[in-house]
T-cell receptor, first 112, second 115 residues
């Protein structure tokens, strides 16, 4: 079993919908949780970063971490066609660990 | 501000050939790394460096060499290319600051095909 599981989709939603993207993990040592967005033929870019359990909000994006269930989520409100991309979750153990473990990514299409 | 620059963008090699993928960053980042991205496999770490003269292996290091002689540059060398190394390669860098490196800045990638 891979350490990080992420449904690859594809996921297609109408413009304005609320999108929920999820990852599960098995390594209880993971302490840092990230979401990266990757547009086609581009490198990933950091979207959200959280350390502790709970919610973190940034504009239309909310990242949620539940360490007890080993489950993280990214919610996108009022989705836009420009949100169409692949979303990658990533995780890392404590400070001093330099290796990020990525999920496979979920491809999202927002239809106008 | 150029950020992370990778060259070349595309490369086709024959089995057994060697080549170097170049990566340069102008943000004075201590941390640099190389990932490969394959369909259905996600991003996997090949090698990384936390400063000039310091490198370490990631998840999939076999068949690749790296060195870090300057803060700015982190080349990836394929010693004897194999079809299994066909992939998209990304270089990424970040500050270390307090021992963390969550905010990676990625280059635009090199698409490599080995025939």
């Amino acid at each position: 079993q891979k350490e990080v599981e992420q449904d690859p989709g594809p996921l297609s939603v109408p413009e304005g919908a609320i999108v929920s993207l999820n990852c599960t993990y098995s390594n209880s040592a993971f302490q840092y949780f990230m979401w990266y967005r990757q547009y086609s033929r581009k490198g990933p870019e950091l979207l959200m970063y959280t350390y502790s359990s709970g919610n973190k909000e940034d504009g239309r994006f909310t990242a949620q971490v539940d360490k007890s269930s080993k489950y993280i989520s990214l919610f996108i409100r009022d989705s836009q066609p420009s949100d169409s991309a692949t979303y990658l979750c990533a995780m890392k153990e404590g400070a001093g660990s330099y290796q990020l473990t990525f999920g496979k990514g979920t491809k999202l299409s927002v239809i106008p | 501000n150029a950020g992370v620059t990778q060259t070349p963008k595309f490369q086709v090699l024959k089995t057994g050939q060697s080549m170097t993928l170049q990566c340069a960053q102008d943000m004075n980042h201590e941390y640099m790394s190389w990932y490969r991205q394959d369909p259905g496999m996600g991003l996997r770490l090949i090698h990384y460096s936390v400063g000039a003269g310091i490198t370490d292996q990631g998840e999939v290091p076999n068949g690749y060499n790296v060195s870090r002689s300057t803060t700015e540059d982190f080349p990836l060398r394929l010693l004897s290319a194999a079809p299994s190394q066909t992939s998209v390669y990304f270089c990424a860098s970040s500050y270390l600051g307090q021992g963390t490196n969550e905010k990676l800045f990625f280059g635009s990638g090199t698409q490599l095909s080995v025939l």
